[in-house]
């Protein structure tokens, strides 16, 4: 009995960037991020222009350094390099510091890299600057440039719940891990700029939760990079053991829903359709990290339920899809 080869038709050449994004995150801090950026820079939907390394604050646990920028931009590269791309974007330094006002920008260069991206003029293609920790850069651009924000629409993963919408988990703080970092850049975003701001808040991005039996069977044997991914979580769970903190068997990936908005939108008319969202009138963040409602704030659109199959299935065929190839 004869076999029939079938020509598979939807190959990975055929698919082509539709949209730029820059990827701004703490990559020396907690390694969810550095999941996202791998995840991101694999998907063939983006064309990920430019990757910027930012800062943790000071006294903060998971920073242990001197030069918590520096170190991000060391972990971003080694994820660069584990992918083999066949053309690396530049990595950025975000600033030292956190805004001193809300109105002096900090000219880092991944701020200054954020306005001279959006402000090009020899692409259609639209531009989303995802942000996994603070909204430093963002808000430093758009003092420096304020026209950038015709230009682009940002993606935040941070910030406190949403009265009416979702209630604060367990011990939660007022102070959302990422706004403090730089609550003025936030207020800047916020409060100030009429950026177009997509915010994924707390209780949705703890939503993104993986098992680590899950992650052992789909990452860890997944070639070089699945098994550096893997080990960077089993680090975090080594320093919070020897805390005396039980980390249980998950953990939650909450920046990964930058890749999840972006690569993984729909076919036609080309959206987040499989993750709730809504849209309301922008608050004005407080000092404490709370919300001010403003009903004359701009619309904002803020993501509740995501689709975490997709995101992490595709997360691991794409990891064993480039073990396959480099092992």
Same mark, same amino acid.
């Given at each position: 009995?004869?076999?029939?080869?079938?020509? @598979?038709?939807?190959?990975?050449?055929?698919?082509?960037?539709?949209?730029?994004?820059?990827?701004?995150?703490?990559?020396?801090?907690?390694?969810?991020?550095?999941?996202?950026?791998?995840?991101?820079?694999?998907?063939?939907?983006?064309?990920?222009?430019?990757?910027?390394?930012?800062?943790?604050?000071?006294?903060?646990?998971?920073?242990?350094?001197?030069?918590?920028?520096?170190?991000?931009?060391?972990?971003?590269?080694?994820?660069?390099?584990?992918?083999?791309?066949?053309?690396?974007?530049?990595?950025?330094?975000?600033?030292?510091?956190?805004?001193?006002?809300?109105?002096?920008?900090?000219?880092?260069?991944?701020?200054? @890299?954020?306005?001279?991206?959006?402000?090009?003029?020899?692409?259609?293609?639209?531009?989303?600057?995802?942000?996994?920790?603070?909204?430093?850069?963002?808000?430093?651009?758009?003092?420096?440039?304020?026209?950038?924000?015709?230009?682009?629409?940002?993606?935040?993963?941070?910030?406190?719940?949403?009265?009416?919408?979702?209630?604060?988990?367990?011990?939660?703080?007022?102070?959302?891990?990422?706004?403090?970092?730089?609550?003025?850049?936030?207020?800047?975003?916020?409060?100030?700029?009429?950026?177009?701001?997509?915010?994924?808040?707390?209780?949705?991005?703890?939503?993104?939760?993986?098992?680590?039996?899950?992650?052992?069977?789909?990452?860890?044997?997944?070639?070089?990079?699945?098994?550096?991914?893997?080990?960077?979580?089993?680090?975090?769970?080594?320093?919070?053991?020897?805390?005396?903190?039980?980390?249980?068997?998950?953990?939650?990936?909450?920046?990964?829903?930058?890749?999840?908005?972006?690569?993984?939108?729909?076919?036609? @008319?080309?959206?987040?359709?499989?993750?709730?969202?809504?849209?309301?009138?922008?608050?004005?963040?407080?000092?404490?990290?709370?919300?001010?409602?403003?009903?004359?704030?701009?619309?904002?659109?803020?993501?509740?339920?995501?689709?975490?199959?997709?995101?992490?299935?595709?997360?691991?065929?794409?990891?064993?899809?480039?073990?396959?190839?480099?092992?």
């Amino acid at each position: 009995m004869g076999v029939f080869m079938v020509e @598979e038709k939807w190959l990975p050449q055929d698919i082509h960037p539709r949209m730029r994004v820059i990827s701004d995150n703490d990559y020396s801090g907690d390694p969810d991020g550095l999941i996202q950026l791998a995840h991101l820079i694999l998907s063939r939907s983006v064309e990920t222009t430019a990757i910027i390394g930012t800062r943790l604050r000071v006294g903060d646990p998971w920073n242990n350094s001197q030069d918590s920028v520096g170190d991000a931009v060391v972990a971003a590269q080694r994820i660069v390099d584990l992918c083999h791309l066949e053309k690396s974007p530049p990595i950025f330094r975000g600033a030292d510091l956190p805004l001193a006002d809300r109105k002096t920008p900090i000219h880092s260069p991944g701020a200054l @890299e954020i306005v001279r991206e959006a402000m090009r003029e020899d692409t259609q293609l639209p531009l989303y600057v995802v942000c996994g920790a603070s909204l430093t850069e963002v808000a430093s651009a758009w003092l420096i440039e304020p026209k950038i924000a015709e230009r682009l629409t940002v993606i935040w993963i941070g910030g406190h719940e949403h009265e009416g919408l979702a209630t604060p988990p367990p011990g939660g703080t007022d102070m959302e891990y990422n706004l403090h970092v730089d609550v003025i850049a936030g207020q800047v975003v916020f409060n100030d700029s009429n950026l177009k701001l997509w915010q994924v808040p707390r209780d949705s991005y703890r939503s993104l939760n993986a098992s680590r039996a899950e992650m052992k069977a789909r990452m860890f044997g997944a070639g070089e990079l699945g098994r550096h991914l893997y080990n960077k979580l089993g680090e975090v769970v080594e320093m919070l053991n020897k805390y005396g903190i039980n980390a249980g068997e998950s953990y939650i990936l909450g920046d990964s829903p930058l890749t999840l908005l972006t690569a993984l939108q729909s076919t036609f @008319e080309p959206d987040p359709t499989s993750s709730d969202s809504v849209v309301i009138s922008a608050p004005n963040i407080l000092p404490s990290g709370l919300y001010e409602k403003n009903p004359i704030g701009r619309p904002i659109r803020v993501f509740g339920t995501l689709d975490n199959r997709l995101c992490l299935e595709d997360l691991y065929f794409k990891l064993a899809e480039l073990g396959n190839v480099y092992r």
